[in-house]
């Protein structure tokens, strides 16, 4: 197994996991990732007159290659970064940012977000909130979450920190999985939201056929944590996974969770 990321293919994941138009997102076979989306939908609609949308900074922890997380926060932050270890998918986000010909094509999520959850029509709606959130991406950062200073270009602390199936895939034990937890902790401003996804009882799971190890945490024990470090929850759900007939990226047909939390004075 790789558990440094050395041989992590940022392209290939993006082949594997994000299907490139907004029908294929709206199948059945993409409940998974319908379910990401809605998740962090919901948090916005719900929570963000809880703090200055034109002001607030949001950093996505671990974030992958991934662009389409972002879309819903556009509107209710002033400032977004991007983080991650490996420099491939750093490079994924910015060759977006900037409008590179060879940039992965995140229209159709674009789409599925502003048109179907939004419930606002018309492709040019979708166009313009592309350009909002290039506007308000201002970096993507290196992240080491193994580091005793994981975000070492720390622009400082956060409103938000949104971070989904990344803690527990890098935590290779329990006593990891909460000192990782906490470094996300001490990032966030007093009074400060964390929006987090995580996968339950997953030991590994493939990108481009190369296997990674994860953390098999359980629901009791994010619970746990949450209140060990000083969080209030505000909201807490799982979902059963689905998966397309004869995918195998994971080890399990387990469980999804979203936590919904906010980081006390």
Known sequence: MDTGYTNF?????????????????????????????RCLHDFYQKFHKEWDNSKASLLEFGAGPNVHTLISAAPYVGQIYHSDYVEGCRKEVLLWKNKDPDAYDWSPYFQFVVNTLEGQGGNDVAAERQELLRSKLKESLFLDIKSDNPLPANPGLFDIIYTGFCIESVALSSEEFKLFMKRVFDLLKPNGYLLMLANQGCTWYTVNDVKYPTYPVTIGEILITLQELGFTLHYVESIKKKYESGVTYYNDKQYYSCYIAQKNI
């Not at 996991?17 to 989306?37: H, I, M, V, Y």
């Open 9 to 37: 293919n940022a392209r290939a994941y993006l082949k594997e996991r994000c299907p490139g138009n907004e029908f294929a997102l709206k199948a059945d076979s993409c409940f998974n990732t319908q379910w990401r989306l």
